[in-house]
């Protein structure tokens, strides 16, 4: 029985940090209708600073912490100003285009941290990742508990932010409609901005969770927590904030389990699975909206 | 030609059209006017099957054709343009008219790519009928020019000219003329005109009364989804019910000062 | 004369033959409006069934070749009537899901497709000629491989060849009339009377039939296939060929899959930051050009002078 | 206006860009003037991509062997260093060019047993020979005449390490945990699986990662669950030293035997105390102390590169020197004669100990069993 306990933690603890990536492709899709090719890069780069900071540099785990997501947040600045706005500021671009240009951000990306950080794997001791205590028969590592605190405090600050704070309605409002949002005062360019920012500190803050969670730090984690993602916002429903979280907890859930009562060689492919399944039944996903198409 | 049975459609609570039945004769034009928001257009995406409606048959040459997809309708010979003007923007003139005329020409994959049996001249017969289609509408030098480089006016034309490529029996006009000087006006009535001579019947949605008037052989109105007058333009011009819908309650008020 | 010719050259033309049959692979949906991304999971169909249908069955590698294009676009209406309801970036994600599950097949079933091993030694498309040609001593041992690659690469030549050519062909006609209005407006389109399910599938399982074809050719050109092969990178780089060279013209899918496999071959002395440029490259032309290179307004210019 | 310009000046900067590249891409054609004996060797490396880490130790043996051996005198060697990052089609056009443009008497390489599946049949064919030294998946040496290896297979690897580890704890019931998307990691698998049914060993579950992967606690909460007597692990070092970290923490303390990824310090510097319990044979032993040329080697890879040398490096550095011994021997740079030679050579006392090729060309020599104690290697008794 305490199997499945354990297993239950490992799912969520892997949950909450899906949940936390997805969030920030939710916010970037919400409000600019944008996939974010480019966020699981992001999220590694993230993830690459805090082990630099704590391990190279010796500096506390909460040091590190925010250098990730600062770096990170930086990242995202740069994305929105080389990569989205001038795509924005041309009139009839294709959907494609930003989907493509994220794309080759990742590439920079990734390339650019191979060439840095090197295409090894390297380890993140921090002072909490040995410390582990029995409770019952069960084994829990402190690492975990601190992981689910730090993704559901992030994840409800986020939500109260975008609930009731001035700026995060300012973004809601974009997000419904950009044209009305602007008529009524709101500085789109400075929220659109700042919403990149913020989902890519997301995603960063989600890389340092990864990197704490598993000791270990390669340029490939990117690439899969990118298309993890997508598979999360497809299954939540594109542009709720949500259905990334409910949607990164069943993935998590779902990997663990198919390990740990199937066979585990699926494990990687249920994220695709779901999003060719969901894409055919419903494709508006469990909490999204269809859009209609207006004659 | 064409008639519809007590056509109902409501979008999640809010009643669209109620038990509408009409019917457009052949070689006839008939005016559908009614108030923004009377159901104009949803009835004309219910005719050509872009809506589905929820209860009632529409006939056409006394064939059922309620629910088959957009592009079976179109075969079978009705034509229509939009409201807000749908060209393929980034096509030459003369290849939207030829590209109306999908249904009316043959051509599998391979006989495209290969052309054989005469692919050649039939293309070649394309689009000398479409250059005869733009120059009927009045752009007969402006065929090898991007429609998005078109004026307001001359898109409006583009789109009929290529409605009538797929030589329908029945065309449905949405709002021909709307935006449209008075000189512009009176060439989309010749047209109207010589379509109906061509022995094509039309349907038209249009709120600007001096062509409906001109134009029209019946009229039909429209207020709040159900049809509240039907006859000619003389008689739906003075039906109290139409004046009450268009200009509100005072309408006894300007009947009685006309009289 | 055989030996003067350099298999280096040779080989990285016939990867720019198969690459610019890929680019075709996202080119023919894309000119219906339908962005694939299962370019990889079809080529890896084609690849599979090719290289089964000679090692274990025995086929002669032509009519292998044919049987995975037949089977693969048989796959591509299966994928492509479902994925009708799917539009924009959705359907470039199914796709993609598309092609990593076909991977993982690849990998799970070990008895036929040898798991993460693959398969190895499949003959080469040119084996047959080579054969031949020695056996006439029109060449000898010593420029046996150069004459080797270059038949591949010839074949390769032909068979593109005639894929661009049939496009090219296909561009003023009723068909491409058609897949473009559907592009550009589909409830137009079949207001008209375009059957625009009908013109989408087609294009979907055209796309799967180059993309296998191209699969195929890869298989007996590099005689070893792993399920590594034909990942997220591969449909990613397809895309990038037919984007970047032009997405509104067959040519320009021909001139961006040259130029991008010809230059990161060239980009070699710059060897980690390769692919930073590569990227590079990719953001300037979203920002800058976002309808590639080549497209129709250069013809027409041109057509003017 | 603006429209026009724009286009011709992409096209003329693409073209630009295009034609620059292409003048220096075909190296000067011709022989330099062969005043001594100079051979050109071709060495393909995954110095780029995921394997870049096996790429760059084994190209730094190959040079520090390359420099020995032309200041010894009787022999100059150049290296013509080509990476492949790791990939077949890069691996399958990069040998092509060492064959045809740079006309190399000999090749070295390359990386993955995936590329040599590629590149092998293409030198088999031209008739040179070509000797891997980091290819340990089976059936390598059975391409062709012209295919040699000198790192030994897991074929014959594994079992020793298995057979030993049993002898020492007694093993009864084990784990298995491979990577079942890598053709190495795989081979490495049926390897252990094969010799774990021949000993009667009871398999308790047998759990699957990918590569790119980075949580195993599920794959391994479940093997404790089985409590087994060892694990048997299958992975490259990255995925390996992860597995083994993970695996402490949740509480698997059993030895753990790991397939010739597992052999290199970086397991040390990703795994930390977690590996200790590790099991692994291998042809090299930095440790061995009999071997007077093996402190020599290390002292001078620290020297030159400022960390020690792994497996690989100690494998290309005996390989390249187990050529240049061929080539003086076969007396001259005829690819035939160089061949066979090769294939004659038996007792060659390099840093792996002694090393002769079998009668198909692979490796017939015998591992040592180490075991990992406080970040190091040490022989298991």
């Keep these: 029985m305490h199997l499945f306990i354990e297993q239950l933690i490992n799912g969520i603890t892997l949950g909450s940090i899906y949940s936390l990536t997805a969030l920030g492709l939710t916010l970037i899709f919400g409000v600019l209708d944008i996939l974010n090719m480019a966020h699981g890069a992001v999220f590694m780069f993230g993830a690459f600073t805090a082990v630099l900071i704590v391990s190279k540099l010796g500096l506390p785990l909460w040091v590190g912490f925010l250098g990730g997501c600062i770096v990170s947040g930086l990242l995202g600045y740069a994305l929105e100003m080389f990569a989205l706005r001038p795509l924005r500021r041309r009139k009839n671009t294709s959907p494609l285009a930003p989907l493509i240009s994220t794309i080759g951000v990742s590439i920079i990306l990734e390339n650019i941290a191979r060439a840095l950080f090197g295409s090894d794997t390297i380890s993140f001791r921090t002072s909490i990742s040995d410390i582990n205590f029995k409770l019952g028969e069960i084994d829990i590592n402190l690492i975990n508990l601190v992981i689910l605190a730090v993704s559901f405090t992030i994840t409800i600050l986020l939500y109260f932010w975008l609930k009731n704070s001035k700026s995060g309605r300012a973004l809601r409002a974009v997000s419904e409609n950009p044209d009305t949002a602007a008529f009524l005062g709101v500085n789109t360019s400075k929220v659109i901005t700042f919403t990149v920012v913020s989902a890519s500190c997301a995603g960063g803050a989600a890389g340092v969770l990864v990197a704490m969670a598993f000791n270990s730090v390669n340029n490939e984690i990117g690439l899969a927590m990118g298309l993890k993602g997508l598979a999360i916002i497809i299954l939540g429903g594109m542009g709720s904030v949500n259905g990334a979280v409910a949607g990164g907890i069943l993935l998590g859930l779902a990997e663990t389990f198919v390990v740990a009562y199937g066979d585990s060689g699926y494990k990687e492919i249920i994220g695709f699975i779901i999003i060719m399944a969901v894409l055919l039944i419903k494709p508006q996903g469990i909490f999204g909206t269809t859009q209609k198409v207006k004659v | 030609m064409l008639q519809l049975k007590l056509i109902n459609k409501n979008f999640g609570g809010v009643t669209a059209l109620r038990n509408i039945s009409l019917n457009v004769k052949a070689g006839e034009i008939v005016g559908l006017i009614g108030p923004n928001g009377a159901g104009k257009t949803t009835l004309f995406n219910i005719i050509t099957s872009i809506t589905k409606p929820d209860s009632g048959r529409i006939l056409f040459n006394g064939k059922d054709i309620t629910g088959l997809r957009p592009y079976r309708i179109a075969e079978l010979g009705i034509g229509r343009t939009f409201q807000n003007i749908k060209l393929f923007g980034q096509m030459e003139a003369v290849e939207n008219v030829m590209t109306g005329m999908h249904s009316v020409s043959r051509g599998g994959v391979c006989r495209c790519a290969f052309k054989f049996l005469g692919y050649r001249q039939e293309e070649q017969l394309l689009r000398e009928k479409a250059q005869q289609l733009l120059s009927f509408v009045g752009l007969s030098g402006k065929g090898s020019e991007i429609s998005e480089s078109f004026s307001y006016g001359q898109q409006r034309r583009l789109e009929i000219a290529r409605s009538l490529a797929l030589n329908p029996q029945l065309l449905l006009l949405d709002e021909p003329v709307s935006g449209m000087n008075d000189t512009e006006t009176q060439d989309i009535m010749r047209l109207i005109t010589g379509i109906r001579e061509s022995g094509i019947s039309v349907l038209l949605i249009e709120h600007d009364m001096g062509l409906v008037m001109g134009v029209c052989d019946s009229v039909i109105a429209l207020n709040f989804g159900h049809v509240i007058a039907v006859g000619t333009p003389a008689e739906i011009q003075k039906n109290p019910e139409v004046i009450e819908a268009y200009l509100g309650k005072t309408a006894e008020v300007v009947t009685n000062a006309r009289s | ?305 | 206006m603006v429209r026009l310009k724009l286009n011709k000046i992409i096209i003329i900067a693409v073209s630009l860009l295009l034609f620059s590249c292409k003048a220096d891409v075909p190296k000067v054609k011709g022989e330099q003037p062969n005043s001594q004996q100079s051979i050109k060797i071709g060495i393909i490396a995954a110095l780029s991509g995921p394997a870049a880490g096996y790429g760059n130790s084994i190209v730094n043996g190959f040079t520090l062997a390359a420099s020995e051996i032309n200041k010894a005198g009787a022999l100059n060697i150049e290296l013509i260093i080509e990476d492949s990052a790791g990939k077949q089609e890069q691996a399958l056009s990069v040998v092509k060019k060492l064959i045809n443009s740079d006309k190399v008497t000999a090749i070295l390489g390359p990386t993955l047993s995936t590329e040599m599946r590629l590149v092998g049949p293409e030198a088999n064919n031209s008739g040179i020979p070509i000797l891997a030294t980091s290819n340990t998946a089976s059936g390598i040496t059975d391409i062709g005449q012209f295919v040699f290896r000198d790192s030994m297979p897991e074929s014959i690897a594994i079992p020793f390490a298995i057979k030993k580890a049993i002898e020492k704890y007694h093993i009864k019931n084990v784990a298995m945990f491979y990577g079942d998307d890598d053709v190495f990691t795989k081979s490495a698998f049926d390897t252990m699986k094969s010799t774990a049914e021949a000993l009667g060993l009871n398999i308790t579950t047998i759990e699957k990662f990918q590569k790119g992967q980075t949580d195993f606690k599920a794959q391994l909460t479940k093997i404790k669950s089985t409590s087994p007597d060892a694990l048997l692990c299958s992975a490259l070092y990255n995925e390996g030293g992860v597995i083994l970290d993970q695996a402490r923490k949740i509480g698997i303390t059993v030895p753990v035997i790991g397939g010739n990824g597992f052999n290199s310090p970086k397991i040390f510097e990703i795994a930390g105390s977690s590996s200790d319990g590790l099991i692994v044979a291998t042809p090299w032993f930095s440790e061995s102390v009999e071997n007077p040329k093996v402190l020599d080697f290390i002292s001078k890879f620290e020297k030159a590169y400022g960390s020690k040398p792994d497996q690989f490096a100690a494998q290309a550095y005996d390989g390249l020197f187990i050529m240049a011994h061929a080539i003086k021997t076969a007396g001259s740079a005829d690819r035939n004669k160089i061949r066979d030679a090769l294939a004659s050579v038996r007792n060659f006392n390099g840093v792996l100990g002694k090393f002769s090729f079998d009668q198909n060309r692979d490796v017939d020599m015998e591992p040592f069993v180490l075991i990992a104690k406080d970040s190091k290697f040490q022989l298991l008794q």
């Design chain 3, 1 to 305: 004369m055989l030996s003067y010719l350099n298999s280096y050259y040779i080989q990285i033309g016939s990867f720019t033959l198969i690459n610019i049959m890929l680019a075709l692979g996202v080119y023919v949906p894309l000119s219906t409006g339908q962005l694939s991304l299962g370019g990889a999971g079809f080529m890896g169909l084609g690849a599979y069934l090719s290289a089964i249908a000679v090692t274990r069955f025995g086929l002669p590698i032509p009519f292998a070749i044919v049987i995975a294009g037949g089977v693969s676009t048989l796959a591509g209406i299966l994928v492509g009537v479902p994925s009708l309801r799917l539009k924009g970036v959705y359907l470039a994600i199914a796709t993609l899901g598309f092609g990593e599950v076909i991977r993982v097949i690849f990998i799970k079933w070990e008895t036929i497709t040898g798991g993460a091993t693959g398969i190895s030694a499949i003959p080469l498309i040119s084996a047959g000629t080579v054969r031949f040609l020695t056996e006439q001593n029109i060449i000898d041992s010593s420029n046996k491989n150069v004459a080797s690659d270059l038949t591949v690469f010839l074949i390769l030549f032909l068979i593109t060849g005639f894929f661009v050519w049939f496009f090219v062909a296909l561009k003023n006609t009723r068909i491409w009339r058609a897949n473009s209005a559907i592009r550009l407006d589909e409830t137009a389109s079949e207001s008209i009377g375009i059957n625009i399910h009908y013109y989408k599938v087609l294009a979907f399982s055209q796309s799967a039939f180059i993309s296998a074809i191209a699969g195929a050719l890869y298989a007996h050109t590099v005689s070893y296939i792993s399920p590594s092969d034909f990942t997220y990178h591969r449909a990613v780089e397809a895309l990038i060929f037919t984007v970047l060279g032009g997405s509104g013209h067959v040519l320009g899918a021909v001139f961006g899959a040259t130029v991008l496999t010809i230059i990161p071959e060239a980009l070699r002395f710059l060897k980690d930051y390769r692919y930073v440029a590569f990227g590079a490259i990719l953001v300037i032309m979203m920002a800058f050009k976002p309808e590639g290179i080549i497209t129709d307004n250069i013809f027409r210019k041109i057509r003017k002078k």
